[in-house]
């Protein structure tokens, strides 16, 4: 049985009150709930706060580049899909740098679970402005409020048939850790996008702020309603829905490779097979 | 005997089936075959050519001139017609072109008309020239027939009895008409095989245990994807067309550090996508193959050409320190033994390596009496099963004597594989403090990098023993560097070639015969595809040696023997 110690990670390096702690707390109870080994798992990290989330819990890391969290976590599940992977990242990391990725990673459903610690802001450069700050917000870089519209991340998701798509808080921690094993337990991308207060950079997006408009999805809700969801992903403003938005049942990117039904790759004989057969076409 | 055909045309009109099928006739009758193709960057029209130059003896670049040349379009008339030697003949068809040629060295086949009466369709007329061709080198149709079977088997039964029709028409007519050829072509021996440049990457990769190869189209390496995702059912592998070349190398990452033997390929301009995940494989001391065909830049460049300028920029590409292996084979045994050790030595000492080839041997091909399985070394390097389960601990960058940490396959076993683009300490956790900084870099670089250079081969000194000229290159110049040193020692000259395929870390050199025949020749001329000497400066960095002359090429196109061999003899040799 997998208990909290067995989760045990290195020291952390986040702020003092940092949502961040939410979301690791939760992941953690998710994952004892769930009895998820650390040799079981992959975490694939980027770079921000939220690419040093997997040194701080146990498990098999790859804290990679900046944005490309969903190319090695996608690979790595070809490589071994009976690997349960995780996608850690940051909303600049992921809807900034990596947004080409995202796009791709929700084409191909690879059976890969990304969650995306999403503070609206640049936290580890120091107060920028993130792909999905409100309009208007204040940083140095640009003194009089940001100009674009933020991204909706879920909403994105939704239009591109993503194959589940869930919003939670990391001040809801209940509900995080039910929807961390929803996702983990879905088939197919889970996009889970994450609103984690920034108390050093982001003044307007606090846990008031989030506490005041998240409210949890009726238990009535059908995520399986393609428009509907699109409905509710686009409900952003005074009140913000979190919970699962939107579900569906379609192939993994897995199966489509005739090579993976034979098993996980690395599984696979390593040595090269069947040469002779490829010489034989050059004549 | 050395003979060249030259198929031109515009983009579209077929000239790369009737280089393909003749070049396999070629090497099925035994030849030795070495071809390669110039086209456009367009999918439809332009002006373009396929050359397959045929012998008895090994060809491996191309010769200049033209023995015989098949015109699709005007413009060979124009063009290429100044390539045609003295006793050369070209075929056309004056109806398809509106020309009618008063030049008794062309034979006017009426190919459109052939193919429409035949096959019932003009866009045979392709077919008819290759038949035609084969009728005036006195090739029995019956080898034309079988290729068509081979290369259009899949299309079905009718696909291929047209074409066969449409072959053997323009063999009996060529037969009938055309008397013109000085010679005619006999069966020279036992089946050659034949293989092209990207063909030979991609096969020599699934014998070095490629598993996963990842990358985004780009010409001129996209070759080597197509082969191997026509493989990866039948081989075991996993070929994914990657969003671009930033998610295709941190694809391969991904797929290595769980276990797979990785690969991915480019160009110039991916290849600079690439170098952030370059230092990311450096950083997390994850292997990695990368094929780099190099095309001439800068930027965008001509897409479809040839050029050797990249060799700099993939030495240093990617910021920070940390080994890397560079190699740059020049014909397919080269290939072979090149993209072999690339694998092997990238998984041993956990590096990234990076394969140059360019164009010039992307797309060419050549034919083989076989391939010997036996040369690829396979060693399984990574730690797995109850080999890593039985490990007391576990630390992913462990410090160790050579530098080199245990690489485990993640999952099996209890312990867990973690690594990090940080700098990390051991177990591969982030750490700030100066001095496991300084043990890391001293692990990563400075133990491993005097290793690899122990384990690079030996440039290739060919030709003369005591040479008064030493020419030197690197790649795909092999082949024209080869040839022109015979024909300037056939012509009494006393010329060495000096080839480096293996070309970093820099092979030692202090004592070595080829480095005493550098110093000791009164010329040396460092002969490269491109403008400003990249590979002279590499040997002067490491060695402090200086060419007494450089000889570039930067058109886009590649060196031929025959206009190579009258350059150098005009003042670059003794």
């Known amino acids: 049985m997998v208990t909290l110690d067995d989760l045990k990670g290195t020291e952390t390096a986040w702020c003092p009150g940092c949502g961040n702690f939410g979301i690791l707390q939760s992941f953690k109870r998710a994952a004892v709930e769930l009895g998820l080994e650390p040799s079981g798992m992959l975490i694939v990290s980027g770079i921000g706060q939220a690419g040093k989330f997997p040194h701080y819990t146990k498990c098999n890391t790859f804290n990679g580049l900046h944005g490309r969290t969903l190319p090695v976590a996608t690979a790595a599940r070809l490589a071994n899909h009976e690997m349960l992977t995780i996608a850690e990242a940051g909303d600049g990391d992921c809807y900034g740098e990596g947004g080409n990725h995202f796009m791709h990673a929700m084409r191909r459903n690879i059976d890969v679970k990304l969650f995306v610690h999403d503070n609206q802001v640049y936290g580890l450069t120091k107060g920028q402005a993130s792909p999905t700050s409100d309009l208007g917000m204040k940083t140095k870089i640009n003194p009089g409020g940001v100009a674009s519209e933020p991204l909706d991340p879920v909403a994105l998701a939704v239009a591109m048939d993503c194959s589940f798509v869930a919003r939670g808080y990391a001040g809801d921690q209940d509900q995080l850790v039910e929807l961390m094993k929803a996702a983990i337990e879905h088939k197919g991308f889970a996009l889970l996008d994450i609103f984690q207060p920034c108390v050093s950079f982001n003044k307007v997006n606090t846990y008031a702020w989030y506490k005041e408009r998240c409210y949890r999805l009726e238990d009535s809700y059908d995520p399986t309603d393609r428009l509907k969801a699109f409905e509710r992903a686009l409900e952003f403003g005074d009140r913000i829905p979190t919970g699962v938005l939107y579900r569906n049942e379609r192939p993994t990117y897995e199966e489509a490779f005739p090579t993976l039904a034979k098993g996980p790759l690395v599984k696979q004989a390593v040595k090269p097979v069947d040469l002779e057969k490829a010489v034989a076409l050059f004549y | ?574």
């Open chain 2, 1 to 574: 005997m050395d003979y060249v055909i030259r198929v031109c045309g515009a983009a579209g009109q077929g000239i790369q089936t009737i280089g393909a099928t003749l070049a396999k006739v070629f090497s099925r009758s035994g030849y030795f075959i070495f071809s390669y193709q110039d086209y456009e960057s367009r999918v439809r029209g332009g002006h373009n050519f396929y050359e397959i130059r045929f012998s008895d003896e090994l060809v491996s670049a191309p010769r200049g001139g033209v023995d015989l040349l098949i015109a699709l379009d005007k413009e060979t008339l124009e063009v290429d017609i100044e390539e045609l030697v003295e006793g050369g003949t070209g075929v056309y068809d004056s109806k398809a072109l509106e020309k009618t040629m008063d030049d008794d060295r062309f034979v006017d086949v009426p190919m459109g008309d052939i193919a429409q009466e035949q096959a019932g369709s003009r866009l045979m007329a392709n077919t008819v020239a290759s038949g035609a061709a084969l009728g005036m080198l006195g090739v029995p149709s019956e080898i034309m027939g079988k290729v068509i079977e081979a290369t259009l088997g899949t299309k079905g039964g009718d696909v291929v009895d047209k074409n066969k029709k449409a072959g053997d028409a323009g063999h009996s007519y060529a037969k009938e008409h055309c008397p013109k050829c000085a010679f005619t072509v006999t069966p020279a021996g036992k089946e050659r095989l034949l293989i092209a440049g990207n063909e030979a990457v991609g096969f020599a990769a699934m014998a070095s245990g490629v598993k996963f190869y990842a990358a985004y189209p780009m010409t001129p390496s996209t070759g080597i994807i197509t082969y191997l995702a026509g493989k990866a059912a039948d081989h075991g592998l996993v070929v994914e067309q990657a969003e671009d070349e930033i998610s295709a190398i941190n694809m391969a990452l991904g797929a290595s550090f769980m276990g797979a033997r990785s690969m991915t390929g480019t160009s110039g301009g991916g290849f600079a996508l690439m170098v952030e995940g370059l230092s990311l494989a450096g950083m997390t001391e994850t292997p990695v193959v990368i094929a780099l065909g190099q095309r001439p830049a800068p930027a965008t460049g001509l897409p479809t050409r040839t050029e050797q300028g990249d060799l700099l920029f993939s030495l240093f590409a990617a910021h920070g320190e940390f080994p890397r292996l560079l190699f740059a084979p020049g014909n397919p045994q080269q290939i072979f033994s090149c993209v072999n050790r690339a694998f092997d030595l990238s998984e041993k000492y956990q590096v990234p390596a990076i394969i140059l080839t360019d164009q010039l041997i992307a797309d060419a091909e050549w034919s083989l009496d076989g391939i010997d399985l036996d040369s690829f070394v396979f060693n399984d390097y990574r730690v797995r099963g109850d080999d890593f389960a039985a490990l007391k601990e576990y630390r992913r960058h462990a410090f160790t004597d050579s530098g080199v940490s245990p690489l485990a396959i993640p999952g099996d076993a209890k312990h867990v594989v973690v690594t990090d683009s940080d700098e990390h300490n051991e177990e591969g956790h982030i750490i700030e403090d100066a001095e496991t900084r300084m043990r890391m870099v001293e692990k990563r670089m400075l133990k491993k990098m005097p290793l690899i250079r122990n384990e690079m081969e030996q440039p290739e000194l060919y030709g003369e023993e005591k040479p008064d000229t030493v020419l030197c290159g690197w790649g795909s110049n092999w082949g024209v560097l080869r040839e022109v040193t015979d024909r300037l020692n056939a012509g009494g000259r006393k010329v060495a070639m000096l080839h480096f395929s293996e070309l970093y870390p820099f092979p030692d050199y202090e004592g070595r015969p080829w480095m005493e025949a550098l110093r000791a020749a009164k010329k040396t001329v460092c002969v490269e595809n491109n403008a400003t000497g990249r590979f002279a400066y590499l040997v002067r960095a490491e060695t402090g040696f200086e060419f007494s002359s450089k000889l570039g090429k930067y058109d886009g196109r590649p060196f031929n023997a025959r206009d190579l061999e009258k350059e150098l003899s005009d003042g670059h040799v003794g």
